[in-house]
């Protein structure tokens, strides 16, 4: 599980992350989704300040929100099965495609 701060607001599509050392790293959040067939909510992430014309590593988590469904105090989770996985990437990739054809 990643420490993180999710936006408080909509207008706001930043979180923080924190790692094992303490280190803080500010990311931009790509999209969020949910899926039924999983039961979670996804978010994928790349790294603040990166130039649009240069190739990104993009972080993708499942999150819960809190018992009051507030996803600012909730937490990140590291995606772990292949076919979890293969769900995301077919849903970046989709996004990646209709992001192109704008």
């Known amino acids: ?3 993180k701060e999710l936006p408080q607001n ?13 280190n803080e790293e500010l990311y931009e959040i790509l999209f969020t989704f949910d899926s039924d ?3 979670k909510s ?3 992430l790349y790294p603040a300040g990166t130039p649009e014309d240069e190739d990104v590593d993009i972080q ?8 009051k469904g507030d996803p600012a ?5 590291p995606i772990e ?15 990646l495609a209709d992001d192109d054809q704008e």
């Open 1 to 3: 599980m990643a420490d």
């Open 10 to 22: 909509e207008d706001e599509r930043q979180i923080t992350l924190v790692d094992e050392n303490g």
């Open 37 to 39: 067939d999983y039961g």
């Open 42 to 44: 996804y978010v994928l």
């Open 60 to 67: 993708a988590f499942s999150y819960k929100t809190n018992d």
């Open 73 to 77: 105090e909730g937490d990140l989770f």
């Open 81 to 95: 099965s292949d076919e979890e996985w293969d769900m995301v990437e077919e849903v970046l990739n989709t996004f």
